[in-house]
């Protein structure tokens, strides 16, 4: 469709009208402009570039490098080593005398420290693996106090090697070493091969002697696999493998019954439960009993033996 208004001639010496309608190449900048990924870079791209090539190039230089760890290093040493982070004493809480010397001498050579380079993951195995010692808690208290926390182990046992006596806790981890048996009276004595593994049973054997406490002496480990029950004037109970505490428990009952340990026996051989055994004490012991001759004490135990058979079958 043609206009209707006529078109215009250009007439020469008139000035021509500008083109309002974008160059090429100015339509394709107009176009980069709203294009996301350049602006984009133009945006976070471009200042990244500004700030990291220059401080790539200033750090690419050793000499810069070591003096920026230096400085950092004596900063962060300074913020460490002020008065206020300082570990500088010791306190033991829940141990005996000796145990906490024991303890602080262990402790003490690390301090003073700062709380920031203290191990006290590591400190606390130093600690833990003193014998005496079950769980220790280590925690900075305010004013530059590491506070120990000591659960100490309880003797329950005496175990006797060559070297002396030892005491043991209820598990058979060594407490500490024992000079003088007279300063721990109420601790029964245990020895043998493999006794200290198998102090949980030695300390159910001594509970079921219970009623025997007064004569008990220790206990003897025979084979890695049972026990002996030592009791005074050289009279021992010989028990089995497996259930020894019922083993004593019937020798008990069987002492109660027919007066066992008042006689001259000398070994209760409780090995076969079907079948007691008795054996008579040495002849020096048989010889000095009040209560018949020496020739006399075999008829004696044979009579007690066929009376321990009786009460001992159900």
Not at 147 to 172: F, K, V, Y
Not at 177 to 192: F, S
Request: with cysteine; aromatic share 2%; proline share 8%.
């Amino acid at each position: 469709m043609r206009s209707l208004i006529a078109l215009r001639r250009h007439r020469p010496g008139r000035p021509s009208r500008r083109d309002p309608a974008p160059s090429r190449l100015a339509f394709r900048m107009q176009r980069l402009w709203l294009t996301p990924g350049f602006w984009r870079l133009l945006r976070v791209g471009l200042p990244l570039c500004l700030i990291v090539l220059p401080v790539t190039a200033y750090l690419a230089d050793d000499g810069r490098r070591a003096a920026i760890g230096a400085a950092a290093g004596d900063l962060r040493r300074q913020i460490q080593e002020r008065p206020e982070f300082m570990v500088t004493a010791v306190a033991v809480e829940g141990a005996s005398a000796p145990v906490g010397r024991a303890v602080r001498a262990l402790v003490e050579p690390a301090l003073p420290a700062s709380s920031f380079t203290l191990d006290l993951a590591a400190l606390r195995a130093t600690v833990a693996a003193v014998d005496a010692v079950a769980t220790a808690d280590l925690r900075i208290r305010p004013g530059g106090i590491l506070q120990i926390e000591i659960t100490e182990r309880r003797p329950a046992i005496l175990l006797r090697r060559a070297a002396g006596l030892e005491m043991l806790d209820a598990t058979g981890h060594r407490v500490a070493t024992l000079l003088d048996r007279a300063a721990r009276p109420d601790l029964a004595v245990i020895a043998g091969a493999g006794a200290r593994d198998a102090v949980p049973e030695a300390l159910a054997v001594l509970a079921a002697a219970a009623p025997l406490a007064g004569r008990v002496r220790g206990l003897v480990r025979r084979g890695e696999r049972r026990w002996d029950l030592v009791l005074d004037r050289g009279q021992r109970i010989l028990l089995p493998a497996e259930a020894p505490e019922a083993a004593v428990a019937r020798v008990i009952v069987l002492d109660a019954a027919a007066d066992l340990f008042g006689r001259t026996v000398g070994d209760v051989d409780m090995r076969n439960g079907q079948r007691p055994t008795l054996r008579p004490l040495p002849a020096p012991s048989v010889a000095a009993d009040p209560a018949g001759g020496e020739a006399g004490a075999p008829d004696n135990l044979q009579s007690l033996s066929a009376t321990v058979v009786k009460v001992s079958q159900p």
